[in-house]
């Protein structure tokens, strides 16, 4: 018997989600929601910028010196560094910026099914993270929040773009 590889895709993409939240409600367990989201923010925050790296190595691309990397490139980053988690997503650069769109998220499907899509500031998350990892790839990046599915929308929608 043997598991095939979009099984254990599914298993890996699974245990992303699924170690993260069980580290969260044992910190939260022992220190309080607040302190467990500080650090939850902050292991986040310092993931992304491994992810980063080691794309950018894979990609023979350097971003700590030269130019900043063109819209394209940073789309293809951020939908990548999405897609790890089994996170549906497409970001479209139209001139001067990047419409980019979430249409499933394991994060909140995660937080409804554990009843916790009220207790847990997802918005506010976002605002913390993906900010960090643009700067990361950009210090003049930014974005804003357009859309997003805790506010009732269908989907989340962020326009990256250059302050």
Same mark, same amino acid.
């Given at each position: =018997? $043997?598991?095939?590889? &979009?099984q254990?895709?599914?298993?890996r993409l %699974?245990?992303?989600?699924?170690i993260?939240? #069980?580290?969260?409600l044992?910190?939260?367990s022992?220190y309080?929601?607040?302190?467990?989201?500080?650090?939850?923010?902050e292991?986040?925050?310092?993931?992304?910028?491994?992810?980063l790296?080691?794309?950018a190595?894979m990609?023979?691309?350097?971003?700590?010196?030269?130019p900043?990397p063109?819209l394209?490139?940073v789309?293809?980053? =951020? $939908?990548?560094?999405? &897609?790890?988690?089994?996170?549906?997503?497409? %970001?479209?650069?139209?001139g001067g910026?990047? #419409?980019?769109?979430?249409?499933r998220?394991?994060?909140?499907?995660?937080?409804?099914?554990a009843?916790?899509?009220?207790?847990?500031?997802?918005?506010?998350i976002?605002?913390?993270i993906?900010r960090?990892?643009?700067e990361?790839?950009?210090?003049?990046?930014?974005?804003?929040?357009?859309a997003s599915?805790?506010?009732?929308d269908?989907?989340?929608e962020?326009?990256?773009?250059?302050r």
């Amino acid at each position: =018997m $043997e598991l095939t590889p &979009r099984q254990l895709e599914e298993l890996r993409l %699974g245990a992303l989600t699924a170690i993260d939240g #069980l580290w969260f409600l044992e910190v939260e367990s022992a220190y309080g929601f607040e302190a467990a989201l500080e650090l939850d923010l902050e292991v986040w925050k310092k993931y992304g910028l491994v992810v980063l790296k080691r794309m950018a190595r894979m990609l023979g691309l350097d971003l700590t010196s030269g130019p900043p990397p063109d819209l394209e490139m940073v789309n293809f980053l =951020m $939908e990548n560094i999405c &897609r790890i988690d089994g996170t549906e997503c497409r %970001g479209e650069v139209r001139g001067g910026e990047v #419409l980019f769109r979430v249409t499933r998220c394991s994060w909140w499907e995660n937080l409804k099914r554990a009843g916790r899509e009220r207790v847990v500031p997802c918005e506010d998350i976002d605002n913390t993270i993906f900010r960090h990892w643009l700067e990361a790839v950009d210090p003049s990046l930014d974005f804003e929040i357009t859309a997003s599915l805790p506010r009732g929308d269908s989907f989340c929608e962020w326009v990256i773009r250059r302050r």
